[in-house]
């Protein structure tokens, strides 16, 4: 019955294939979003308030347009890569399920697994028989989905390159972190010993600008006045958010390797796979 054929349906289900592709959606789109708006934001701020040059920061918004021309392609191809990744989990779970005997696959799902456990290649009794419309594409299918050890190995470098991503969202976090706290410091004079004058933001110190740029930081009540703007607040906090979004996307290319790793190595011991 209907109730039968859900419950067949959820148990050859890739749960941790679908967690991932929603959180790599949700990722990407925070990291890439966010971020193009904050690298906005801080090329407003440098223009505003830190130099009075363009030729001081010609060079950043150069770099800046280059990340987010990086943002547009990294959107793009992770929301294919999610989904070609979707499409390989319900390809070996599938598979998987058929091996172990607990899961009936429909006409797809049969076309499908037919090239990892070796299926009936379309010949019964009676001589050759004509194959499904529908079968034939996910065989065609089946066939290039079948090398999930090179989606595991693309998905191990995809991971390692996200590393460096990651950790290159937490600077522009921590610039801003250190900023806010200068100005709390200046907003809030009796917890600290140094003169309010003295408590500055120098952009020039983490090679935003270079050393000869003109002023190059705020410092005092200007600086204060600058993080009570709603530019520089809202540019923090979606930094913040990107690097959220940098956070959540490499969780979801984790667990995608770890459930492609599983599969093929179930296939592989099994000795069923036909293209390992």
């Not at 067949?8 to 289900?13: E, F, K, N, T």
């Not at 419309?133 to 998905?155: A, E, M, N, Y």
Request: charged content about 10%; hydrophobic content about 45%.
């Amino acid at each position: 019955g209907l109730l039968e054929c859900c419950a067949r349906c959820l148990i050859g289900a890739p749960f941790a294939s679908l967690v991932a592709t929603g959180l790599c959606f949700f990722g990407v789109a925070l990291f890439c979003g966010c971020g193009h708006e904050a690298l906005t934001g801080t090329e407003q701020l440098i223009e505003t308030y830190f130099s009075k040059n363009y030729q001081d920061y010609e060079y950043l918004i150069d770099v800046i347009h280059a990340f987010q021309y990086f943002i547009y392609g990294t959107a793009s191809f992770f929301f294919l890569y999610g989904a070609l990744l979707l499409a390989e989990g319900f390809y070996t779970t599938g598979a998987v399920r058929q091996i172990f005997g607990d899961y009936r696959t429909t006409i797809c799902g049969k076309g499908l697994s037919a090239t990892v456990t070796g299926g009936p290649k379309g010949r019964g009794a009676r001589g050759p028989q004509r194959a499904h419309s529908l079968q034939r594409v996910c065989q065609c299918l089946g066939k290039w989905l079948g090398h999930p050890d090179k989606f595991v190995g693309i998905t191990y470098v995809l991971t390692i390159i996200w590393l460096l991503v990651f950790a290159c969202s937490a600077v522009p976090v921590y610039i801003y972190f250190n900023t806010w706290t200068t100005c709390q410091s200046i907003a809030n004079p009796t917890k600290t010993t140094a003169s309010i004058g003295t408590l500055c933001a120098d952009a020039r110190m983490y090679g935003v600008l270079p050393w000869n740029a003109f002023p190059g930081k705020v410092c005092g009540s200007n600086l204060l006045s600058i993080c009570k703007t709603s530019e520089f607040q809202m540019t923090f906090h979606l930094f913040i958010a990107a690097f959220v979004g940098a956070a959540a996307t490499l969780v979801s290319l984790l667990t995608f390797m770890i459930a492609a790793t599983y599969n093929f190595a179930v296939l592989k011991l099994m000795g069923r796979g036909t293209k390992f």
